[in-house]
């Protein structure tokens, strides 16, 4: 997909060749959402902010660039940047590029690549290899003793006992499979293991994934978008993330970005009434958690607010307006999370996935009320933040209006004093100059016109 939204900008950015400008966009934007915004510049263009960019990234947004952008670039980097480029590229994408090629430009490249001594160029050219033998690489194959001893390090695995969910050593009916910002190359084994379809993986890590539910291979897959608390955050510490719940058979698989504080209340034992962790249940419980820290966090920032506006109208500062705009982006996405939330629920309703009972009709009854509740929270805080940074901004610029003019009115006021000594300073014949008290005579005037006009200026309002 190319998005033309910011191609002016690039483009003026270019000609004033501020390259480190697009740099800092690049380093601070998903690659695939930096490639649709690329997209519809120029081959050249491309090339240009292309190799202005660190290797890794260069390949990894390269990876996510339309076929038609990727074939029209090929041909304008030379031999080391081509072979850099392409073995950058993440795995299951570089063979589908390859793929494009013409065998000749297959050939090209893996003689190229046999060249290159680093680690990436040797595992290109074994991919052309079996590739140009029309022999697609072949997974190692492991029977399920040895999957299940290369995936153990990356899972953890629970089950309940007397309610409360204790950790175990390896997976079985009935347990729960928590997965935290696994590796992209671990992924595959997982998806092997689980036999659950990649994608579902990989969506489950993008944080800029929607809340939604997908059925797969007999596999369902629900995210559901969380908010999450990073204090180390440089700007927003308040964002959103996905979760996603996979049901594979008996077993409920849970796989996230980052350590989820709603996870790990349940977990350490701070969710009380938990009789399942692989049911729907389960999952209900997960999304009125996350909507029970939808509601303290929405609590927290509009406090901190509070906080900020008591500060603002003492003295007003830059960085306490950028702390406000930043909590007013977190509400915004806050607010477009709840709404895809509210959307999946609507939909998992609609399928029959769930056996109702009074207790899941009581789930599903306190998450509307509590999504609701959250909804309005936000969008009754984003305009009172909204409201709070217009009416700022006005005092802003008022006081800026109340300094310019009375500085201005200073300047007039002193001027006067300046322009009577000047005329005194010409070579003419003036009043007052042979008198013996001329000097003091002059000053009373000064003075004189000085007051008129500050009494002039409060007379009018402008001091």
């Not at 649709?36 to 390269?62: Q, V």
Request: aromatic share 8%.
């Amino acid at each position: 997909m190319k998005n033309p939204l910011l191609v002016p900008e690039f483009r003026e950015m270019l000609a004033k060749n501020d390259l480190d400008g697009i740099e800092e966009f690049c380093a601070s934007t998903p690659p695939a959402v930096v490639a649709d915004f690329f997209g519809p510049l120029t081959a050249e263009e491309n090339r240009n902010i292309l190799t202005h960019l660190s290797p890794d990234l260069r390949s990894r947004i390269f990876s996510y660039y339309d076929d038609d952008v990727k074939l029209s670039l090929i041909g304008l980097f030379d031999n080391e940047e081509l072979v850099n480029l392409i073995s950058g590229m993440h795995d299951d994408k570089q063979l589908d590029f390859l793929k494009l090629l013409p065998i000749g430009k297959q050939k090209e490249i893996r003689e190229l690549s046999r060249r290159s001594r680093e680690k990436e160029g040797i595992e290109l050219t074994d991919v052309l290899d079996r590739l140009l033998k029309s022999e697609l690489p072949a997974e190692e194959e492991l029977t399920a003793e040895e999957l299940a001893a290369e995936i153990q390090p990356l899972v953890q695995v629970y089950r309940l006992f007397d309610g409360k969910v204790v950790r175990i050593d390896r997976i079985e009916k009935d347990s729960w499979v928590n997965i935290v910002n696994p590796l992209r190359d671990d992924l595959p084994l997982l998806a092997r293991h689980f036999r659950i379809p990649f994608d579902f993986l990989t969506a489950s890590l993008d944080i800029d994934e929607t809340a939604r539910i997908e059925i797969e291979d007999g596999a369902i897959l629900i995210i559901i978008k969380a908010p999450y608390f990073d204090e180390l955050g440089p700007d927003l510490m308040y964002i959103t993330l996905p979760i996603g719940v996979i049901i594979q058979g008996s077993v409920l698989i849970t796989i996230c970005p980052k350590n989820e504080a709603i996870l790990r209340d349940f977990i350490e034992g701070r969710v009380k009434n938990i009789t399942t962790i692989t049911g729907m249940k389960f999952i209900l419980q997960i999304i009125l958690r996350s909507l029970v820290l939808y509601l303290q966090y929405l609590k927290q920032i509009n406090n901190a607010a509070n906080m900020i506006q008591k500060k603002l109208e003492q003295e007003s500062k830059n960085r306490q307006l950028i702390k406000l705009m930043n909590f007013e982006k977190s509400l915004v996405y806050f607010t477009t999370s709840l709404k895809t939330n509210e959307l999946m629920l609507e939909r998992l309703q609609r399928l029959n996935i769930i056996q109702k009972d009074d207790e899941i009709e009581a789930l599903i009854e306190d998450i509307v009320i509590e999504n609701k509740q959250a909804l309005e929270m936000a969008n009754v805080y984003s305009d009172i933040l909204s409201g709070m940074m217009d009416a700022f901004a006005s005092v802003i610029s008022n006081n800026l209006n109340i300094t310019i003019k009375f500085l201005t009115s200073v300047t007039i006021i002193i001027t006067i004093p300046g322009t009577v000594a000047a005329f005194y300073g010409m070579n003419l014949k003036l009043p007052f100059q042979d008198h013996p008290l001329g000097f003091i005579y002059v000053t009373a005037i000064c003075i004189v016109l000085s007051i008129a006009a500050v009494l002039f200026f409060i007379k009018k309002k402008w001091l």
